[in-house]
T-cell receptor
């Protein structure tokens, strides 16, 4: 079974803080993704990575950065958290095969005060 | 226009009913189609996965893709209260990076 884990289920941070969200997958997947999920807006892709040290912007990268130093780990960084970044953050991974889909972690619910 | 459109619901049905969930998509280049189920405060889990047009059945669940009308459906037979969740449809071009385009999700409540 594919396992994608996220470092925290719930986080409360203050405006301006630097926030790190970590994701680890145990299936040797090439691709990893960070999404945020908001009511009425669905899942929106923030960044994805198709290899170690490689990253590409998704649909809403502003205010975020990412790091992938090891294949199994993909970090999302909020450089200076703002209240409009309060959301559910979901990490996913997939193999490099066309026919394979994405597997999600349990999510991190972030509240920025 | 969003690439994948989905009625957000909520949809409320009695236990045992047949449920029909639907999405439309705009890009004819999409090749892969998925349904994810997401329980409250949890991550999405893959429910059904189809390639191109046709039907796929798994127990009480049937996924259907009609590429001519760009329509994706999920049918749930003999619905149970445990089926109460948000159902997300997603489409993909495929390829090595396999980016998914999601609908906004339909909230389903199955009443006992």
């Amino acid at each position: 079974d594919v396992k994608v884990t996220q470092s925290s289920r719930y986080l409360v941070k203050r405006t301006g803080e630097k926030v790190f969200l970590e994701c680890v997958q145990d299936m040797d997947h090439e691709n990893m993704f960070w999404y945020r999920q908001d009511p009425g807006l669905g899942l929106r892709l923030i960044y994805f990575s198709y290899d170690v040290k490689m990253k590409e912007k998704g649909d809403i990268p502003e205010g975020y950065s990412v790091s992938r130093e090891k294949k199994e780990r993909f970090s999302l960084i909020l450089e200076s958290a703002s209240t409009n970044q309060t959301s559910m953050y979901l990490c996913a991974s997939s193999s490099g095969l066309s026919q394979e889909t994405q597997y999600f972690g349990p999510g991190t619910r972030l509240l920025v005060l | 226009q969003k690439e994948v459109e989905q009625d957000p619901g909520p949809l409320s049905v009695p236990e045992g009913a047949i449920v029909s969930l639907n999405c439309t998509y705009s890009n004819s280049a999409f090749q892969y189609f998925m349904w994810y189920r997401q329980y409250s405060r949890k991550g999405p889990e893959l429910l059904m996965y189809t390639y191109s047009s046709g039907n796929k059945e798994d127990g009480r669940f049937t996924a259907q893709v009609d590429k001519s009308s760009k329509y994706i459906s999920l049918f749930i037979r003999d619905s149970q209260p445990s089926d109460s969740a948000t159902y997300l449809c997603a489409s993909s071009y495929g390829g090595a990076t396999n980016k998914l385009i999601f609908g906004t999700g339909t909230l389903l409540a199955v009443q006992p």
